[in-house]
């Protein structure tokens, strides 16, 4: 099974950004811990800060194969219609994952213009939200 993490802006601060919301670890550290417990899938990392790299990246996942997409879109989560567009048009399904409890925080992060599109949205578990994500992929294998 291949599974591409997605990660939107300000996530490869990630162990240096607001450690009190995010935590102390760097999501490079933290995706070697993920080959490591998951060595039965091909797991693949993109982070851009930028909208359309994001957008260039999913419909390159369609070309690639993937199986399943781990998203977390970041701020684009809150206003991004076209990578919802995009996770619409592809026919790879996306589980949207977030770090933080974006319905504990301010407002804007309670709207997600991604989470109609994705397969389901996982929040609020630190970095467990991506575990949790590649399992829901595996949980569906028949
Ligand atoms: C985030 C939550 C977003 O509101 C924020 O803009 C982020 C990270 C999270 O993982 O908790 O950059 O997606």
């Known amino acids: ?6 990660n939107g802006p300000n996530l490869n601060l990630l162990g240096r950004r607001e450690p009190d919301i995010y935590g102390n670890s760097s999501f490079e550290d933290f995706f070697s811990t993920l080959q490591f417990e998951f060595k039965q899938v091909e797991l693949a990392y993109f982070q851009s800060n930028v909208e359309g790299e994001i957008i260039n990246e999913l419909h ?8 399943g997409i781990v998203m977390n879109p970041a701020a684009y989560t809150h206003t991004s219609v ?3 567009d995009a996770v619409a048009a592809i026919d790879i399904p996306v589980v949207e994952v977030h770090i933080s409890n974006v319905m ?9 213009l991604i989470s109609k599109k994705a ?3 996982i929040s609020g578990f630190g970095l467990d939200s991506y575990r949790l994500g590649i ?6 294998k028949p």
């Open 1 to 6: 099974m291949k599974i591409l993490i997605l």
């Open 60 to 67: 390159r996942a369609q070309q690639n194969n993937y199986h």
């Open 82 to 84: 076209a990578i919802a």
């Open 104 to 112: 504990d925080r301010e407002e804007i992060r309670h709207i997600s």
């Open 119 to 121: 397969m389901g949205t």
């Open 135 to 140: 399992q829901s992929f595996l949980n569906l």
